[in-house]
């Protein structure tokens, strides 16, 4: 599960990298031109939309799978402290520090001093500079509704024991019930929506799979995935991915209508329950291939693990550092795509080895 973590926080690099030359979405700076429609940002775009149906459910997943453990052995205090300091702190940083002079550096450098920027678009908080980190921010309120559920609970201990894994008709009724509640809740918060950067339109999806890494914990749910149920949702999810394109495209799409992101319309119907599907087909894959394939350490793996938090947090500067240098050449967007996801990559884990190289790093990174 460390090894799929690191992979997931590579694919958030390439996802972001995505944006930034064509796909739909937000991000600190587009270096093409996002009013001319290409095969590239077309391609990029699936991409993205398939990423953005899984990879940060998966995080979460990933994430709450570990709490009980921790709770039990540290207890409350101690265990919403660490939180506070794990989570917390990195937040802080980034809001104040990494993402104010991340977006500066990519759009004002050149108009305003860095004094100047933070006197007009921090203090004043005409900006709140979540960026990537919202992810930090989402999960230290889970925590706190954990910990706060767990205490109401009272000492009742989080005991480990045998369920079988969901049958296909409860995960088909999840994935169902989740599309409506998504569809439902973008009627306020379209995706690309929400405060302190916040998209609760996707959130029906996280919380569902923050919970659900809970109950995996407890019913020993991983070396449960049966092999047929893995197959039939890979196939799903792999028949799933033309449909939202497709979808789209009948509804206007190639002419301009875009409202996928929210509504009372057929394209935002189709995009909240095409999520689920790609979701737990693709979960449920990459849980599989890395239990059974790619479950071995090495020293390799093992200082990608150790470093993989800290690339989440410090990436975003990376990316637009690299995205700024490739401007210099006049090369097809894909090609500054692949280059600048693999110089990312590679920068990011290096940055990240020295960073927990200062004393005291590592407790909080």
């Known amino acids: ?103 500066w550096f990519a759009h004002f450098r050149d108009r305003q001093s860095l004094t100047e920027f933070y006197h007009i678009e921090v203090w004043s908080f005409k900006q709140i500079f979540v960026g990537p980190a919202w992810f930090l921010e989402a999960l230290l309120y889970f925590v706190i509704l954990y910990t706060t559920f767990r205490l109401i609970r009272g000492k009742r201990a989080a005991v480990q024991s045998e369920r079988p894994f969901p049958k296909n008709l409860t995960l088909l009724a999840a994935a169902v019930g989740i599309g409506f509640v998504a569809f439902v809740v973008r009627f306020v918060y379209p995706t690309g929506q929400g405060p302190l950067g916040l998209q609760f339109g996707y959130f029906p999806l996280y919380f569902l799979l ?41 509804t206007g799409a190639l002419e301009g209508n875009m409202t996928f992101a929210g509504g009372l319309n057929v394209q935002a119907l189709v995009y909240a329950f095409w999520e689920p599907f790609i979701c737990i087909g693709m979960i449920l894959i990459l849980l599989r291939l890395f239990q059974k394939h790619l479950h071995r350490s090495n020293p390799l793996r093992k200082w990608m693990s150790a470093n993989a938090y800290t690339v989440y947090i410090i990436h975003p500067p990376v990316i637009v550092g690299w995205t700024i240098f490739m401007t210099n050449f006049i090369w097809p967007p894909a090609i500054k795509w692949l280059l600048v996801s693999l110089l990312s990559i590679i920068c990011c884990f290096l940055l990240s080895a020295i960073l927990r190289a200062i004393p005291g790093a590592r407790r909080i990174l």
């Open 210 to 250: 923050f919970i659900v890494g809970l109950l995996a914990y407890r019913y020993n749910w991983i070396p449960q995935i049966p092999a047929r149920t893995v197959k039939i949702w890979g196939w799903v999810a792999v028949c799933a991915i033309p449909v939202l394109p497709v979808g789209l495209i009948l």
């Open 1 to 103: 599960m460390d090894h799929l973590r690191t992979a997931l926080t590579m694919l958030v690099i390439v996802f972001h990298t995505s944006i930034a030359y064509g796909a739909a979405g937000s991000w600190i700076l587009v270096d093409v031109d996002t009013s001319k429609l290409t095969i590239t940002s077309i391609l990029l775009t699936i991409f993205t939309a398939v990423c953005q149906a899984f990879f940060m459910g998966l995080f979460f997943f990933l994430s709450s799978y570990f709490i009980p453990a921790s709770y039990e052995r540290k207890g409350a205090g101690r265990f919403i402290k660490d939180r506070l300091i794990r989570l917390g702190i990195p937040l802080v940083f980034y809001c104040f520090v990494i993402g104010p002079i991340t977006g």
